[in-house]
């Protein structure tokens, strides 16, 4: 008999990430323990992922849960998991349709005032726990892209849509002699504030519609995988324009193999974004294409190791 596991392990999967997303939105990693008939299934069932452990009678975090799902440590991505809880597990719900119609499924779920961007920034709280989300995942891969490429020659990095500035301050970290700049949404530059001090310049904007900062290397990512082709056209059009002749593009974003075979993650993120956005992950000779034809030449891509991979492509 050809062994089952596989296919048992999937069946539980959906069952262990909404066990510790139940435990995050209830506050169980930040030490709250709210009145509940069946709360000590719950626990115990944290213990069995890994995410607590126990001491006398007492559940305590494990090094994981502290780093990772406590609302107050600088590497968390309970942000996002909320978002992955509230948002994405309903909009999986309709893969089914996505993939017939190949289109998002926010209107779906949420009607006509759903959309990705929307949803992110719907209140205060919705939108930092994006960013926050955004940040844990940034400090878990921006050092790998930094380091992918010798960037020496460049003097003055502009990172478009950049957050909290986490792929900026792993750039001034490798090369501390470089300028660094934030472009973002006002709302964004906001709260990125708190993380970058005064080593990065925070300019307000949206890179669709207004002038974009002068710099010789521009970063974008986990960006391009949120567009159609025809958008990124546009974008690397702009960005390429905005460049001196030696310029760079540093792109972030997971890259297919080229046969398509894996990774996974990458698999699964490009089925995410069929869901939710009108984007995909793509292989590196995709991107390739796409930034010929925006005229940019000496395009690279390396595989990281980190959940992001990176491309550079000079003008």
Sequence with gaps: MTDPGPVLELIDAFRK???????????????????????????????????????GDEYVNTPVADEYLTRTSPRTLSGYIRYSNDALYRLWEHLDDAVIEGTNRWSQVFGAEGGLFKHFFRTPEARRD?????????MISSPAVAAAFDLSRFTSLVDLGGATGHLALAVLEKYPNMKATVFDLPTVVEVA????????????????TDSLPAGDLYAVGRILHDWSEPKIAVLLAKIYAALPAGGG??????????????KLATHLQSLNMLVCTEGRERTQSEYSALLRAAGFENITGKVTGAPLDAILAIK
């Design 249 to 262: 593009l540093l792109i972030a974003e997971k890259l297919l193999n080229e046969d398509r075979s894996g």
């Design 17 to 55: 990430s909404k066990t510790m997303f139940t435990a995050v939105k209830l506050g169980i990693f930040d030490g709250d323990r709210p009145e509940g008939a069946a709360m000590d299934r719950l626990l115990d069932a944290c213990i069995g992922l890994g995410l607590l452990e126990k001491r």
């Design 130 to 138: 994006f960013l926050m989300g955004m940040n844990g995942f940034g």
């Design 193 to 208: 504030k708190e993380f970058v001090g005064d080593r990065v310049a925070l300019v307000p904007g949206d890179f669709f």
